[in-house]
């Protein structure tokens, strides 16, 4: 079996992976004279950022998947094969995938991250929720409702306690987004959908193993978010690192044990390698060492961009951010040399135009920096809004999740709170 | 284990299926003095006529999904239980369900139909795909999918043609939208998103026993049914009765084998019956024999309402047809009964007003009649949609449903081509 694609005499692009910075180099390599063959394991891109909301009931998922095969409609020299890339094989320039294997001229490894539970063993980690793709978001959906229709059932009051809480660890963005949307419909939603659920003995925690939340923010938004998040009645535990999870309680550092049946882990993620790559070159992180033209090094053709993409540089010795806009412009960096190479001219080295970060926490509250400009409050939670809609692919996508919020701001709701696929009783088998 | 719904001086009032019966029941006795539970198996009612358009990636679940407990808010009197019904013992007043037992004082099974596979062994109807619930829908719309990206991989031409061929099987109003939602997908959008495989060799099977589609319509919208069905490029067999299928050929009387991967069963459906009902009241479809009260015969307070329900009268031997407006009438007449019986006024008899029946066969087309007036072509077809927004449950699913439509009108496209949880797979291991 092979993937069927023609052989032409163009130069030959397999870029493994459609996430932000593997769509950015198709889009701007498009009507080039090269042959672009861009290959996922799934047949769509996924907006990593609005998992939550998915999570939370307040978007359906294709409001923020955008069919590869559509995207592909607008790149002629462009093919999409639906494959996961077992290994490479860089001696003989051929990539091995489910589907069978493909030869290559360049090669962009953009596969981006997952889930890195650290030290935990998997039947610690097993246990506890993440949030990296679309069914596990769907999975999480369903877990917490699943949760709430036990414990109205429950006479155990412990029992009760423990299916009604709910735990994140980590403390950067996603796992903040994720505590004031649970934060808000703890007070708005849930109480009216379970009246038979005293919402006020719910406990939503918050761990975060450093010494404040969005570690990567400036001092002043921390403290913001910390007080925004608070408001929302969620417990933080700063310099707090759990140590266990027996599927009913965390345990914390110092041997304290707290209740909860849901853990959402949001503390860390690593490379999604490939394969065939010389191992000196990636990471105990699995982030892959790059040069400052994302080549990866002692390679020829092969490139790495994202976050599975480490460039290790003076000033950022552990690499860039693993964020959206360091992929879209390592895509475009790539995409830019290789026109710069047809033409002759000299390559350009990558340089991060870090355009400041965000996050929302519940409404109307958001916290963001940019080029030395701080804010907080309503007007940095509408300026959230518009990056990411604008940042959606697709312009249905776009008025869909529009519309979508502004449905959820004005009656405050959430009526996404379906239990498609029940998930605990597959957990538990 | 028990349900936990508090015992008040109110006469308890059970009911099984949060369909269109069932909501119609707990909507009009809301405030009345009695105590309303509702049990479902899924914590959502959902819009059955548009699941053929979730199966085609015209609307998400969430569309035509609205939550129960968000419902039940409004119904001051009512507790919803997410359980699954295992049987009731009329003797003790009581339901068997998976999280526990409740006694009842009126019953209601209003738990609608499941699909009816006739004399197929299990081994053939498991082959065959169904679109009765969300879940079937969204396989139906992976499998499709799926089948596509296998077959431009494939240099096997019979198995290609095997891959991209759909069959449906069954020319009532289900069939017909669902065949003419594929012929649209067939001429608009698949040749787009696979430019790689010959669409124009794509076939689309529309098997039906009977000798015409529609079978409860008048014979000229049945004719201009068949117009429309065939314009979209659909083969149309009329009687033609499937007898056999083994997961590559369908079978049909004459001995003739169709190729197809995906066969879609639509051809029938039969009432899904609560155990514990008196044998000789259970017809062999599935149907409770109940009388002009919608009470089941040889009962003092069990009810079945919608397509579980069969009322036999002397113009209608078999019983009403399985659509929603039945359930609903019988739903509101049950609801009055209640109603009545408190205020000491005498039951009254079901009479079914038939508003009429529509289908649409793709864009721009439908047939329709109500009170005598027949209509096709782009009227009926605007009527059609206006109906379905207007029935489905929730402001905001009759929003995005009218925008994903007019989107996809204007846009020729349907953009939720999403393989979210792959089928193919998991059915053939």
């Known amino acids: 079996m092979d993937l069927k694609i023609p052989s032409t005499n163009q130069k030959r692009l397999v870029i493994i992976g459609g996430g932000f ?7 701007l390599l498009k009507n080039h004279d090269i042959q672009i063959v861009l290959l996922d394991k799934h047949n769509y891109h ?51 995938t489910n589907i069978g294997e493909i030869t290559y001229d360049y090669l962009v490894i953009a596969t981006g991250s997952i889930t890195n539970f650290f030290k935990f063993p998997k039947e610690v980690s097993s246990k506890m929720m993440q949030m990296k793709d679309i069914p596990q978001a769907l999975n999480l959906r369903s877990f917490i409702l699943e949760n709430f229709e036990e414990a109205l059932l429950t006479y155990d009051e412990s029992k009760k306690q423990e299916l009604i809480n709910i735990a994140i660890v980590g403390g950067g963005p996603t796992g903040v987004e994720l505590a004031g949307a649970l934060g ?9 959908d379970y009246p038979e659920i005293d919402f006020t003995k719910m406990q939503i925690h918050l761990f975060e193993s450093g010494a404040e939340l969005l570690g990567q923010m400036h001092p002043e938004n921390q ?12 417990n933080v535990w700063l310099n707090t690192m759990v140590t266990d999870y027996n599927g009913d309680e965390i345990t914390i550092k110092d041997g304290k044990k707290i209740k909860s049946e849901t853990v959402i882990w949001t503390a860390g993620v690593k490379g999604n390698p490939i394969i065939g790559l010389d191992a000196k070159n990636v990471l105990p992180n699995g982030r892959i060492l790059v040069d400052e ?41 790539f995409a830019k040399n290789v026109i710069r190479k047809e033409k002759g001219k000299e390559l350009q080295k990558f340089k991060y135009t870090d355009k400041g970060s965000m996050a929302t926490v519940g409404r109307n509250k958001a916290v963001m920096e940019s080029n030395g400009i701080k804010m907080g409050g309503f007007i940095a939670w509408v300026a959230w809004l518009f990056v990411h809609v604008m940042s959606l692919v ?30 605990k009783h597959n957990k538990e088998d």
């Open 21 to 27: 910075g593997g769509i950015e180099i198709a889009r």
């Open 46 to 96: 996924c907006f990593q950022p609005l998992l939550y909301q998915v999570a939370t009931g307040g978007l359906e998922p294709g409001s923020i998947a955008y069919p590869l095969r559509k995207f592909m409609q607008q790149i002629p020299n462009g093919i999409f094969r639906l494959a996961e890339v077992l290994s490479i094989d860089s001696s003989i320039q051929k990539v091995h």
């Open 184 to 192: 808000e419909m703890k007070n708005n939603i849930l109480p009216k």
């Open 223 to 234: 403290a913001k978010a910390l007080k925004y998040v608070k408001d929302f009645g969620v």
């Open 293 to 333: 033209f994302c080549k990866i090094k002692d390679t020829e053709n092969i490139y790495a961009i994202g976050d599975v993409a480490c460039m290790q540089t003076e000033t950022l010795p552990k690499g860039h951010p693993m964020v959206a806009p360091v992929a879209i412009q390592q895509g475009a960096l």
């Open 394 to 423: 697709g312009f249905r996508n776009k008025i869909t999740v529009t519309l979508g919020w502004l449905y959820n701001y004005f009656t405050y709701d959430r009526t996404l709170r379906l239990i498609i696929r029940p998930f």
